[in-house]
Nanobody, 120 residues
Framework: QVQVVESGGGLVQPGGSLRLSCAAS????????MGWHRQAPGKQRELVAT???????NYADSVKGRFTISRDNAKNTVYLQMNSLKPEDTAVYYC??????????????WGQGTQVTVSS
């Protein structure tokens, strides 16, 4: 079994910064792509950023130049540094991890989400 837990959300003023963290634990043999997604009220969940095991990144156009995704493979952890935050970044942010378990299965695991609110 694999657990994925996010932390670091909160309330921040427009123009401010936040750093989200996400740690995966459990029966992990290898983690492939890790990512961040978000869902605003009344909207569908959308991709924010992803990072592969070697470190190749991909960003949504709306966050390019403001957000940075990184990971620490030794800690099975992924981070999202969010700068120049805008009210439209307000959403629940979810972490995902594509994991190969020790049993050999490969599945996507999701965290419970962490709220980010950008407001003055």
């Amino acid at each position: 079994q694999v657990q994925v837990v996010e932390s670091g959300g909160g309330l921040v003023q427009p123009g401010g910064s936040l750093r989200l963290s996400c740690a995966a634990s459990g029966s992990i043999f290898m983690i492939y792509t890790m990512g961040w997604h978000r869902q605003a009220p009344g909207k569908q969940r959308e991709l924010v950023a992803t990072i592969t095991s070697p470190g190749i990144t991909n960003y949504a156009d709306s966050v390019k130049g403001r957000f940075t995704i990184s990971r620490d493979n030794a800690k099975n952890t992924v981070y999202l540094q969010m700068n120049s935050l805008k009210p439209e970044d307000t959403a629940v942010y979810y972490c995902s991890a594509k994991v190969r378990t020790h049993r050999g299965s490969i599945d996507d695991y999701w965290g419970q989400g962490t709220q980010v609110t950008v407001s003055s």
